[in-house]
């Protein structure tokens, strides 16, 4: 069994993006420039924020953090948007999910003007994903794409179940892995609540992405020898051992899956600090070419 | 065994629309009007538009057909999407495909207003698809979703094998099987050229589409007893006894196949009519709710 080193694999890549800026700066290309917009102050999505804007500023971007109050009226956040559309020193913005009950997300996610979304969520680039031409990725699962690539795990005409369907991991990544391309090429099964037998299609599975939500949810039992097991998983559970009062605990039972598995993620450090790299890949690529 | 009869069913629908057209001029609002560009005379584009231009009429739609010559200026063709765009009286409109070969199509498809894109081309109208949010379906995946609805197939929880990840049936079809909904919330096995064991997939799925492009692809020993069994496939064949020198074949090799199904639409007079349905629903809600 060989574990998938999250941690490891997005430091390296986060070395390459950094090197890649320093050419282009040396080259006389502009510095990427990444904006992120937050709305009131929940506690996962302050610490969310700040981790990319430190993410921002390890590689050598550029990072603008604009606050507004949690009680900001819809047409105030859509004319800050606007700005971001329009400011030409600005490569890509995220607009940071969930937003306070009284704001319509979907409105918002579609006023970004998709050449600058880099969360990939406007259905332009959902869209362009879909379709197999070049756009935006969402973080996870492209995050997940990058994992199977650098440990060269082959997933063409592999049969891969993807459990859970929701729009920003399961859905997308069960798209992603059948495209025609690398990776790829899987006969994908995108399993859901509506699912029966659901240990009958894991158990023939050559690839695992569990991304339920549920912590422990796949079994020992559920797994075949020599699978590779993808945990995207990451519920808090309360726990007295630690000093923030929880730990973060995957959909997959790890102690019992793993012994079974050719390659599995753990959490946290698997496909966790991915997910960071998504959004510094896609706020390099809506800079490039762009001349100071 | 239940052949699905897709003419019947598109006639009926056909009558639903035309009421509903009635009932809106009744109420003062607006005749659905559709344009077509048809760039060059390929055979099988004059076939599919004049259809098209037939279907109107029989409905109570206006149709507009706009001819192109088959050397038309890539500049001269967006300007003519751009004039349908902005042209009020125009409530939806298709660029028939394929296009000559000096003109980038995505670009063109791009090019449309999607709320005037009654093909469901548009990258928007497929990501918000992906995205289970109210768009305008691709034809052929929305007519297969209103067969099995009008037969009363019970998808959720069933499995589905689609074999074949194009863009315009199998890929579309994959997604709106998935998502929550009804017809939807099956388990999808997406199924293509580098699936191994394709045999293995389709003998235990409950409805299996056929949407790959080869004649009587799928047989016999490959459909169990009771499966639904959706053949996309229309293949002309070389035949001696056809007027026309052809006859249409299907993906399903239907004299093996039918005996075990529970349902199976014959090809041709099954899949086929509900594609042009499509096209006349997207029409009608383009134009839903505006005034004369």
């Keep these: 069994m060989e ?33 992120a917009i937050l709305v009131g102050n929940d506690g996962g999505s302050e610490t969310y924020v700040a981790n990319k804007v430190k993410d921002c500023h390890e590689v050598g971007f550029e990072s603008t953090l604009i606050r507004l109050d949690e009680s900001v009226a819809v047409e105030t956040l859509l004319s800050e948007v606007t700005g971001l559309n329009q400011n030409p020193e600005i490569d890509g ?32 680039n959902i869209g362009k994903m879909t379709l197999g031409i070049d756009s935006f990725l969402p973080a996870t699962p492209a995050g997940i794409l990058r994992l199977l690539e650098y440990y060269q795990i082959e997933t063409a005409g592999k049969h891969c179940v993807v459990i ?41 599975a050559d690839i695992i992405v569990a991304a339920l939500g549920k912590p422990e949810f796949l ?56 997910t960071r790299i998504g959004l510094l890949h896609n706020t390099l690529k809506a800079s490039s070419g762009k001349k100071i």
């Design 3 to 35: 574990l998938i080193d999250g941690k490891k694999v997005a430091a390296e890549i986060k070395a390459t993006i950094k090197k890649e800026v320093d050419d282009r700066l040396a080259g006389g290309f502009k510095r990427p420039h990444l904006a």
């Design 93 to 124: 913005f995220i607009v940071q999910l969930p937003l306070p009950r009284h704001i319509n997300e979907q409105l918002i996610i579609e006023s970004i003007d998709p050449k600058k979304d880099v969360d990939g969520f406007h259905p332009v």
């Design 164 to 204: 859970g369907r929701s729009n920003i991991v399961g859905t997308p990544l069960s798209i992603l892995l059948s495209r025609k391309n690398s990776p790829g090429n899987c006969t994908v099964t995108l399993c859901h609540s509506h699912t029966q037998n659901l240990k009958g299609y894991c158990r023939e």
């Design 219 to 274: 079994k020992g039992d559920m797994v075949r020898e020599g699978a590779v097991v993808i945990d995207v998983g990451t519920t808090r559970v309360p726990s007295a051992e630690s000093k923030t009062g929880y730990r973060l605990t995957g959909d997959v039972a790890f102690a019992e899956v793993a012994p079974k598995c050719a390659f599995i993620t753990p959490v946290p450090g698997g496909v966790g600090p991915m």
